[in-house]
């Protein structure tokens, strides 16, 4: 059964609302929402193998979903990205998806876009083009069937290469995000290669200490200032100002012809331009992903049809914003730096 979502919520009708600025004079104009923790993958950076996920009834429903990411969009959010866990497991996640883009038709909003694991992709890359979806993150590490298996504990990779071939045959971008593991830099290479041959950026990203996920932290990271320095003894490095709104800092490759984006959490901080925020598929608002602060959104949603409570909490959440996060891998034994996982921040 499809769940109907009302094409206007009153955050729309508030159009006096002030953009969220905080108080390092940021714009939030950035939103993350993750609309479920529960993903097919249970990859050895982000999940333990055996994961307790939150009970159905906890998560905001996609009523709910749309209406909170309709008050971002009031207040001066351009850019959403609906991630999870793994969005598209999420069921009639389509009917969020079409709902929002109407902020799209009005102008409201600049970009609707997600990051998937690509497992689920060749069955919606169609209706997510439809819904004017231009432009895709797919997280993918290697193009070794088996080490893909090893990696998510049980993902195929073909299904996730036939949904990256179904996104670009409707018209869809796709950049791959791919975590910097030690014992995997050998398939960065190739990876890149494979990626920039088909048109596709590729992002690296250092491992963040996120979560018990039954693995070492220390013994998975990899600094990606190691990485760039080796890569530039195969290829040619050029920095290039290229931006997508997020934290990647860009170069090109000559080789290749491509851009490859390095987002680097632990070695750089990139706090000072922060523009984002995060929603859990609670409602918890996380204004910095490297710290626990938090803001309850759920209970003023749900507590009017009134958006009025609701933009009172996000004011006094984005005054809160810090200045930057606080992410340290620097012993063994050492718990993670906070004890959520990414699946349910919202990657």
Known sequence: ???????????????????LIDTFGRAVTY??????????????????????????PELLTL????????????????KLRLTGGEPLVRRDVMTLFRSL??????????????????????????????????????????????????????????????????????????????????????????????????????????????????AERLDQYLPLSTVR???????????????????????SIKETGGRLGFITPLTHNFCEGCNRVRVTCTGTLYMCLGQDDAADLRTPLRASESDETLHTALDDAIFRKPKGHDFVIDRPGRPPALRRHMSVTGG
């Not at 059964?1 to 953009?19: D, F, G, H, I, Y």
């Not at 080796?230 to 997508?244: C, M």
Request: aromatic residues 6%.
């Open 63 to 78: 009523e709910e979903l749309d209406r909170l990411c309709s008050a971002f969009v009031v207040r001066g959010v351009k």
């Open 31 to 56: 939103l993350r929402v993750s609309v479920t923790d529960r993903c097919d993958f249970r990859c050895v950076y982000c999940m333990a193998e055996h994961m307790t996920f939150l009970p159905k």
């Open 101 to 214: 883009s109407r902020h799209l038709d009005s102008g409201a909003l600049e970009e609707l876009t997600l990051t998937t694991n690509g497992s689920q992709l060749a069955r919606f890359a169609g209706d997510l083009a439809a819904c004017g979806v231009k432009r895709i993150n797919v997280s993918l590490d290697t193009l070794d069937p088996a080490k893909f298996r090893a990696l998510t504990r049980w993902g195929d990779l073909s299904k996730v290469l036939a949904g990256i071939d179904a996104a670009q045959n409707a018209g869809i971008h796709v950049k791959l995000n791919a975590v910097a593991l030690a014992g995997n830099e050998a398939e960065i290479p190739a990876l890149i290669e494979w990626a920039h041959g088909r048109g596709m950026d590729v992002s690296l990203i250092e491992v963040m200490p996120l979560g018990e996920t039954g």
């Open 229 to 251: 320095a080796r890569l530039a003894e195969r290829w040619t490095l050029e920095d290039i100002p290229f931006r997508t709104g997020g934290p990647a800092r860009y170069v």
């Open 1 to 19: 059964m499809n769940v109907r979502v009302s094409s206007v919520t009153s955050a729309e009708r508030l159009v006096t609302r002030m953009p």
